[in-house]
């Protein structure tokens, strides 16, 4: 078969957001040949979207002072609600402040501390200290003891993400944007790189590498309502799973966000709320210091959204046709603050709501933002069940951020964790020899284009994709949401089962040749269905409440039977994920009190 | 092309030509203005306006002035003209590029080639007409207003100082500092003005001087 | 309220298929409150014509995949929003860029090949120490770099500048904001002679006519006038008295 082209390297890194190039620029620096696959040119990936910031232990700013790496590290692991890795979260706030220091090397204009007494918009007075001015500052994040989120306005995605590609053109590393990875080359034991469709052309190619990466971020898209970006419907997950061998872990473990713009979904980050916004209801009252005291509008996200859902259940949200929502505040931090700390959100305001946060409320609602669950990886990044299969940032579960992830640490991860994986995979490929397991590629190569000329094939009364599409969203809208509970996750479970089959149906109604965007959605459609399934199911296996998994049957975290993580690998034919367990690393801080959230002492409102 | 083969590929060629319109242009756009209110000291009647011309050829600015002007105009035909699309197939894309985008400054790009380029015929047949009836004084100014010139003066003026005025306007913007809204307000109005005055100045040597002494 | 029905004639090509010429089709949908073109050609393509091509990633103007011309103008077509249009709406791709299909083009490779050109990265000869803390900034120059480097490199100032039309070597209002970008960061250690080896020609800022097509379409609302400007200063003080 010399009819496809076959393109070889060393390192084959699937994804161009912050994780896949940082993976590659580290890799290329030790040398190894690096090829990155993206759907769209690097610049675009999801990564850029996110404008709050990134965590690192500084301590430069006033409030940030006297902010070690261990401060940090208990942050995360309460943020996670005990369920993550502690030997991978120790490595992350080492290895962050290095991350974050060589990002500014190479070019991102982080802000800086000022030097010189500031009022926060809480009245409070505080001075910046002489000796730190011209460092990193940072901002609040909920969640954290200190102001540790380093940022640059709020575009530090953006910032980060074209920095790091210009570290790619700088070193020359070839990206072939465009490309989507359909399915790995393997033979149960070992990848060999992977089968690419390119949407340009509609063409199948097959990379074969001594090492593939993952990077592939997250699934949001899978829902309904999500932040995430269109293109984020979790193919890379999809794939590993598909080999049939490699687990994904903690898929139940899915982040809302509490401010989605209602009704269309887009962002509103945290540092609105950092930066001293209030949540209302809609008697204008500012309800979160009734369940948070503390912490209120800066308690973890799982909590605050949780708190939203419970305030607009007892009636206190906004009706209008489309929903329900509540409000944001941030009038009160000024025109000046709004136009140049918070520019984008006054932009974001502006040109999809029509609204003018200088002197309006905004509408928001929690919304699905980040999925902590991915392919199930070591702490090197290589990826359970194939070897020379890596995977890093969101698209992997390392397991950084057990069931609820701070906000600022997922893009510190997709640096920190590049970092890291790119030097293992490097160390891999040295010791690796490389084979081109012609067969193999020739089979997988096969199988794949046997998919299209199905679907191109395919009668025109079968199922179509948009519809199946659109009842997967709902249903885990609906029934695999914040809160969830026995009778809701089963009721899903059979809905996304059926959603399968039906799924092996689909016929196009167009003709599915070349760069059909029809035909690319009809592809990936199986993949994104088993892994709702996979979140479904696992949530509803999973009989207690950890971080973003709240089930209302069982409120209660239960560490003595679910101090575990849960992996779903897929064996071929099957109608269900097959789940199993394995236990948390905890090597310092055994599970207690979060400090806040509902199963919180400190934290608990009494009404 | 012609310009670039003699003087070589240099390096710096580029910036030296960018330049040079630049600061042709803007000696001509303040010769032009200076020129006018000469004109315009029409207004204050025929001694004022006369003892003009005395003075500058005295001090013999008239003379240099005149050939220098000539040069610059020259130059600066050649150093702007470069910009202008050299096949017809590029001015198409311009033009529909022009209509389809609807914006202002592309707009008046393309005005400002057509303007550039009436110019250059206007000026000759004004600036041989003026030499040819040397000296300057009012009562021959007034004599070629009124025998030919006066429609062609109202065409001039108004093409020059459109070009002039978006001329300045398109300095500043490329060099300048200060926004371009400001900018373009501030020109209007100057532009404005110095037509009035034209228009003044015309309408006097028309209606109110008599004319005389042409040759 | 009376909804509006939008007439949406959309510019069809595959280069796939270069027999079947360039034509325009023309689509009908309801408006909906705050309807963006995001919404509306993804209507079209789940409802009435599932093979037509366009990009959109972000959806929240972040990404700068959408730029098309909308009746005319470069714009992000995930942040128009419909009420804002007359009901009779015309989509074509954007000029200077490759065609991928209707209306998406390869602004990517354009841009890489930009990055490249421009050498868009900081050029330093010191090495990363991990164990040293940062090198001091002052925070408005930080302001300063962000504020150029707050490009989505979208495209629309390319496709609404004349010159780029007409000439497929100059950098455009995208490129040289680029280089204003890096001009500004004491972190890169190029001389202005360095620049304008890469920028000091018609390709580059000389090649600008000043005809603020950018200015005027960004949708980042970048400054190009101004950064423009400076480069232009800058490039020409360079070329006349030689760099430093
Ligand atoms: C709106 C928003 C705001 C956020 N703000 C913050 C914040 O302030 N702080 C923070 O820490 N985190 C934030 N996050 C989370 C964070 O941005 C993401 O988790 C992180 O950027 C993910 O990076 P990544 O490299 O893993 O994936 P991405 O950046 O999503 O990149 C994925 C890459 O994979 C490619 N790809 C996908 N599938 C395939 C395939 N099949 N074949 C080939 N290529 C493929 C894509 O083209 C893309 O290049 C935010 C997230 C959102 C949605
Ligand atoms: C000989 C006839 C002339 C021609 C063909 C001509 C042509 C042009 C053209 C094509 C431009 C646009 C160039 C560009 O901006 O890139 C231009 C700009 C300009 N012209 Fe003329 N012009 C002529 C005479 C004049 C005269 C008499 C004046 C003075 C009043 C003048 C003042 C200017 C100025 C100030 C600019 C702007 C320069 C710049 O943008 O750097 N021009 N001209
Ligand atoms: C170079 C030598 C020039 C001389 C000595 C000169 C002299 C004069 C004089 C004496 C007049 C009065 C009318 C007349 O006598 O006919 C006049 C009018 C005028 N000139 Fe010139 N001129 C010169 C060049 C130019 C140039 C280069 C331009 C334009 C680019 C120009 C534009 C005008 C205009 C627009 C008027 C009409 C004035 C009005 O409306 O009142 N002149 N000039
Ligand atoms: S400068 Fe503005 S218009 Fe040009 S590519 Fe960048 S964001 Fe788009
Ligand atoms: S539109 Fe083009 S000519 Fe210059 S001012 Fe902008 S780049
Ligand atoms: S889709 Fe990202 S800018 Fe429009």
Known sequence: MSLFNIHLTDVLVIGAGLAGERAAVEAASFGCDVTILSLVPPRRSHSTAAQGGMQASLGNCAKGLGDNPDIHFEDTVKGSDWGCEQDVARLFVNVAPIAIRQL?????????????????????????????????????????????????????????????????????????????????????????????RDLRTGELRAYVSKATVIATGGYGRIYGISTNAVINEGTGMAIAQDTGVVPLGNMEAVQFHPTGLFPVWILITE????????????????????????????????????????????????????????????RHLGAKHIHTNLREIDNICKNFAGIDPVKELIPVRPTQHYSMGGIRTNIDGHAYGLKGLFAAGEASCWDLHGFNRLGGNSLAETIVMGLIVGEKVAEYTEGTEFVLPQRLVQDH?????????????????????????????????????????????????????????????????SSGKGANPELASALRLPGMIRLALSIAYGALMRTESRGSHAREDYPQRDDVNWLKRTLATW?????????????????????????YGEASQSGKSKE | MLLQKLIGRNQRLDAYLDVAEFLSGLFLVGFLWTHMLFVAT???????????????????????????????????????????????????????????????????????????????????????????????????????VQETFFWFYMLFLVVCEYHAGIGIYRIAVKWGWIHRQKVGKVLTVITCSIVILGLAALLIFRFVIKAGGAP | MIRRTLTIEVFRFNPQTPDIKPYMETYTVKEVPNMTLFVALNTIRE????????????RAAICGSCAMLVNGRPRLACKTLTKTLPSHIKLLPLPVFKLIGDLSVDTGTWFRHLNLKTQAWIHTDKTFDPKAIEERMDNET????????????CGCCVAGCA?????????????LNKIARFMVDPRDKRSDQNFFEVIGTDEGVFGCMGLMACDDNCPQELPLQMQLAFVRRRMAMTGIFGGK
């Open chain 1, 571 to 595: 064996p071929e034919g099957n109608e269900l994920p097959e789940l199993s367990y394995e236990p948390v690393t905890i090597t310092e801080l055994p599970p207690g009190d979060r400090g």
């Open chain 3, 163 to 175: 010159t780029a039309n007409i000439r497929d070597d100059f950098l455009g209002a995208a490129g």
């Open chain 1, 271 to 330: 540092g609105a709320r950092g930066d001293g916004g209030y949540l209302l209801d809609k008697n204008e009252h500012r309800f979160m210091p009734d369940y948070e005291p503390v912490k209120k509008e800066l308690a973890s996200r799982d909590v605050v959204s949780r708190c939203m859902i419970q305030h607009m259940r007892k009636g206190f949200g906004v009706e209008t046709d489309m929903g329900t929502h509540l409000w944001l505040d941030i």
């Open chain 2, 42 to 144: 029409i207004i204050f009647g025929t001694k004022i306006f006369n003892k003009v011309p005395a003075i500058l050829d005295a001090t013999y600015i008239s003379y240099v002035g005149i050939f220098m002007v000539i040069i610059v105009i020259l130059l600066h035909m050649l150093v702007a003209g470069r910009k202008i699309p050299a096949n017809l197939q590029d001015q198409l894309i311009i033009w529909r590029h022009a209509r389809r985008l609807s914006q202002k400054d592309t707009w008046t790009w393309v005005f400002q080639v057509v303007t550039g380029i009436s110019i250059l015929i206007l000026a000759s047949i004004h600036i041989w007409a003026i030499l040819s009836g040397w000296p300057i004084n009012a009562q021959i100014s007034a004599g070629r």
């Open chain 1, 445 to 509: 190569m096969k199988k794949q284009q046997e998919r299209i000329d199905k679907l191109i094939k395919a009668s025109n009364n079968g199922e179509n994709v948009y519809e199946l599409r659109r009842k997967m969203e709902e249903t885990l809208m609906e029934k695999v949401g914040i809160f969830r509970n026995g009778k809701d996750l089963e009721e899903a479970v059979h809905t996304l089962q059926d959603l399968l089959k039906r799924s092996q149906n689909i016929s196009l109604r």
């Open chain 3, 142 to 153: 930080a302001l300063k770099i962000y504020e150029a480097e707050r490009c989505i490199e």
């Open chain 3, 47 to 58: 409802e009435q014509d599932p093979s037509l091509m366009f990009d959109f990633v972000c």
């Open chain 1, 104 to 196: 500014a090397f190479w070019g991102v204009p982080w802000n800086r501390v000022v030097a010189g007494k500031r009022k926060l918009p809480d009245g409070s007075i505080i001075e910046e200290l002489k000796e730190k001015e011209g460092l990193i500052t940072a901002r609040a994040f909920g969640g954290t003891a200190k102001w540790r989120t380093c940022y640059t306005s709020d575009g530090t995605g953006h910032s980060v993400q074209y920095t790091m590609d210009s570290i790619v053109v700088k070193l020359g590393v070839t990206v072939h944007d465009r490309i989507e990875a359909m399915a790995l080359i393997h033979d149960g034991e070992r990848c060999y790189g992977a089968v690419a």
